[in-house]
């Protein structure tokens, strides 16, 4: 019991001196590219009532969920996931409202699961949600966000995956699979197992048109002319072709983002998420094996809170990315961290004074009595440990 004093749960950590500094410098410029395009801020309760993130919706499975009750017996969870709250909130505020919605967030995810071994079971997440615009065109500008997210964060190698919920759901369908047999190759695709997904495709005894729409699962970065063959070969499967032509159409808006070149179509994206229902995208970098940002959109889950509104939105994880940055040696310009004032007491009254002043000015400042037995080289190396560049002593000489 003593030692659990000092030491955190398994899955959670302290974050302090200069790693949270750089973290909250982080969060901030990734918030600031955000505001840039014109989403709004909005603040979800830390944990919802149980039936926020049920089953039914799609979200995290409940064995994964931090749970607990009210004094009224009510089953409460820490949130696992963003998008269910903003939906629940956005349905409640904004109920009647014609045009797009456009909101972000910044705020911690908690998911308990035994597969997150060696992972943190707390993580930051920043992200935004376009309410209301059902378009290709709304796809784009999100992913435009993304993009210009994290190379505000300084980081230069990263690609974003891109897929289609539907295009999977249309081969399960045209191929009658039954839903056990759906988990199953689920899990194949999820694995990298297309050696198993061939087999299992072979048993179906469906098309060859169908056969070939299916081996896309395995491209990792389609062309626009693996695209348009594919359309000609899907032309039979509604579903499918509808998800090939918007991707097609997105490669457009693309390359008038000028983004197309961080942005690869795979096909074979599984999200655990079921809610979605059209694009699902993840971006990866050097030094995490765990995507740094994930989304898609999901054009039926208002309709689990009382309104019909299509939506699409993305959640960069913070911890990830600042991992990512760390191991990429990629150095964040922080800001200036002002000056150290240390002072004798015979000078106080000038050196708060002084103090006041610089801080009023936009200066930050950091004052200390000076210590007996203290030198003005301890200060200097105390400074030089905090990256602060500028002493000043007060002392009466």
Request: with cysteine; charged share 25%; glycine share 6%.
């Amino acid at each position: 019991m003593k030692n659990q004093l000092l030491h955190t749960p398994d899955g959670v950590r302290d974050i302090y001196n200069g790693e949270c500094e750089k973290k909250l410098y982080l969060q901030d410029k990734l918030h600031k590219v955000l505001l840039s395009y014109g989403f709004h801020d909005i603040q979800t309760p830390t944990f919802e009532f149980f039936n926020i993130f049920s089953s039914e919706i799609g979200t995290t499975p409940s064995k994964d969920l931090y749970k607990f009750f009210d004094k009224e017996g009510n089953t409460l969870v820490l949130r696992p996931d963003f998008t269910p709250s903003i939906a629940r909130s956005a349905v409640k505020y904004y109920i009647d409202e014609e045009m797009p919605v456009k909101l972000c967030y910044m705020g911690n995810t908690f998911i308990n699961s035994s597969d997150y071994q060696g992972r943190l079971k707390e993580n930051t997440q920043c992200g935004a949600e376009l309410i209301g615009d059902g378009s290709v065109a709304a796809d784009a500008e999100i992913l435009s966000m993304v993009v210009d997210s994290l190379k505000s964060s300084g980081l230069k190698e990263f690609q974003i995956a891109v897929g289609h919920a539907q295009f999977f759901k249309g081969l399960v369908e045209e191929a009658h699979i039954e839903e056990e047999d759906e988990a199953h190759l689920r899990e194949l695709i999820s694995n990298k197992n297309f050696f198993g997904v061939e087999e299992f495709v072979e048993d179906l005894h469906v098309s060859s048109e169908l056969q070939a729409l299916f081996s896309l699962l395995r491209n990792f970065n389609l062309t626009e002319e693996d695209l348009s063959s594919a359309k000609e070969k899907a032309q039979a499967y509604p579903l499918v072709f509808q998800a090939l032509d918007e991707l097609e159409k997105l490669n457009q808006y693309l390359k008038i983002y000028e983004i197309d070149d961080y942005v690869s179509f795979e096909l074979g994206i599984i999200s655990d998420y079921k809610y979605y229902t059209g694009i699902i995208f993840a971006g990866y970098t050097f030094g995490t094996g765990e995507a740094v940002v994930k989304g898609g959109r999901y054009d039926k889950l208002f309709s689990y809170f009382g309104k019909n509104a299509p939506a699409i939105g993305f959640a960069i994880v913070v911890d990830q990315l600042m991992a990512a940055l760390s191991r990429q040696k990629i150095q964040m310009s922080l800001p200036d961290k002002g000056m150290l004032l240390i002072f004798t007491e015979n000078k106080a009254k000038e050196a708060i004074a002084r103090a006041k002043e610089l801080r009023s000015s936009g200066v930050l400042v950091e004052t200390i009595l000076w210590a007996e037995g203290k030198t003005k080289a301890d200060y200097e190396e105390f400074a030089n440990k905090k990256q602060i560049t500028t002493v000043e002593f007060m002392d009466g000489e």
